[in-house]
């Protein structure tokens, strides 16, 4: 008899439909699978024997024939486990039940039946959903990830005997249900703040506009200023997902097996900080098994490089046209593997090797040829994707010893909120969602300067001997303040703190 079983596979960050064709017949007892399994697919057969025989099953002693369509994409993974199995048992007739042409199964089989979690799972099942299957049966743990995917009956399976218990009427699984409102409704929660941030105001303040901009930013200061305090804190002020991004990262945590335990979706914007030792491939994604790097995780969020020369130059490289384009694209000879990586990159450094170079309380014992080098480390293409570069001073005693409480996260979010909602309106239609994407020609069109400000501008150009790429970063930067201000036209005041934003430039890479 032969039967087909429905399963579901990962391309990039979607899944496709597997068809597991089971055919069992007379002959000399034989077991094979076709349809380019790898080897964690070929090694499925040992871990079904053992699952099927501690649940009072067989494998028959015949011929079975197992194929995966399409036959033409290489399957990998142990996910398939589960829909092998159960063709295996309803072709050689071990159990009968309904149809199946509406279920999907996924699920990996320990040697004693027990199912245990895969990643991806979410991927997976929307695309089963998406192909008319209503019946979804995944690893219990699992499970409320799963049933994010609402109208679909979402079964959490524990064990092979459970699932069989189910599929033959004896004992029913009651299927998993979460309550997406419930759970989206809840506020973000961050365990940081903002208002634990004691004085540094201007850099809270650059913090801001890189937030209500969506710009890239590199914080320079000495050892211990707070550079990664103020860097954690950055998505306490950035809007709150929408219901489709926090859908997206959570499919790419899914598929990297990260999400977070207890929770069946990613709610608030994700941090990630690699370690500068990170390779290439972890930074960006890829690996024979192609799977999403930091930079994808950090999708909608924030990318954190601290101790950014420290960094691995071919690492830093690689990154390069992501940021640029938003996505990774991984080629194989499988085909090619697409990870969207929208991320706010911020980066920090100290100013030279000894970290105290143009520090007004510590000498800076590094020879100009040290801090030449140092600063060197960091590639002027890399450097020209950052829009704010913010010198983090160390923090006065008297601000640290204020009674004050600053201001706390929502507050500022509420002011990057109103910035942002601007934005979302002006460049509806164009592809652009905030200021730091916008084009040579939308800078054009958009950042319109009053006859003043542009004075200045030309002034400040010369003056510091700006160069055309810098010109324009200063123009999105100002458009962004001039949003932070409700103003229409970008006048003086937002010119003259957008090329504040620039003087490092000068300063340390003079
Ligand atoms: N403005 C501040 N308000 C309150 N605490 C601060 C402030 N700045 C620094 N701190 C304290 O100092 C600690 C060190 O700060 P942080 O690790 O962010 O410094 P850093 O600039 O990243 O240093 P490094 O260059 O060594 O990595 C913080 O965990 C915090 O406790
Ligand atoms: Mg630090």
Redesign the pocket.
Known sequence: MITKINSCGLKGIDGYIISVETGVSGGFPAWEIVGLPDASVRESKERIRSALNNTGYVVPGRRIVINLAPADVKKEGAYLDLPITVGLLTASEQIFCGSLSKAAFMGELSLDGAVRRIDGVLPMVIKAYQSGMTEIFVPFDNAEEAAVVSGANVYGVRSLGQLIDHLTGKRMIAPTKVNIDEIFGKAAKYTYDFS?????ENVKRAMEVAAAGGHNVLLI??????????AQRLPTILPDLTFDEALESTKIHSIAGKMPKGAPMILTRPFRSPHHTVSAVALSGGGSNPKPGEISLSHNGVLFL??LPEFRKDALEVMRQPLEDGVVTITRVQGSYSYPCNVMLVA?M?PCPC?YYGDRKHDCTCTPKKIAAYLGKVSGPLLDRIDLHIE?PA?EYD??DSKEKPESSADIKKRVDRARKIQTERYRGTGVYSNSGLTPSLVEKYCVLSGAANNMLKAAFESLGMSGRAYNRVLKVARTIADLDGSDIIGESHIAEAVQYRSLDRKFWA
């Open positions: 634990e941030v004691k004085g540094q200061g000495p050892p211990g200023s707070g550079k990664t305090m103020l601290d101790e920090s100290n970290g983090v923090v601000e640290l």
